[in-house]
Nanobody
Framework: QVQLQESGPGLVKPSQTLSLTCTVS????????KYWIRQPPGKGLEWIGY???????AYTPSLKSRTSISRDTSKNQFTLQLSSVTPEDTAVYYC??????WGKGTLVTVSS
């Protein structure tokens, strides 16, 4: 059974870096693509980016300059870093494996 769990601060101040970790169980971190997706309040899902089996990454163009996705194979975890955040980055952030299995999501609020 594949399980994913997001973790990280629920409140980030503007201009700081948002950092989230996804802990994966039931499947290797190097199997398939591992995604970060978010959903701002009252809006639809937005794909942020992914890291694939080889460690290559891809990001949505609108966030590319501020986004970094990496992984720790020893811990079977992958991480999201989003820099220079603004209140518009407030959202529920999800991690997913192959877009088939998702974490429950974690709310991150950007506010001073």
């Amino acid at each position: 059974q594949v399980q994913l769990q997001e973790s990280g601060p629920g409140l980030v101040k503007p201009s700081q870096t948002l950092s989230l970790t996804c802990t994966v169980s039931g499947v290797s971190i190097t199997a398939d693509h591992k995604y970060w997706i978010r959903q701002p309040p009252g809006k639809g899902l937005e794909w942020i980016g992914y890291i694939d089996y080889s460690g290559s990454t891809a990001y949505t163009p609108s966030l590319k300059s501020r986004t970094s996705i990496s992984r720790d194979t020893s811990k079977n975890q992958f991480t999201l870093q989003l820099s220079s955040v603004t209140p518009e980055d407030t959202a529920v952030y999800y991690c997913a494996s192959s877009l088939l299995d998702w974490g429950k999501g974690t709310l991150v609020t950007v506010s001073s």
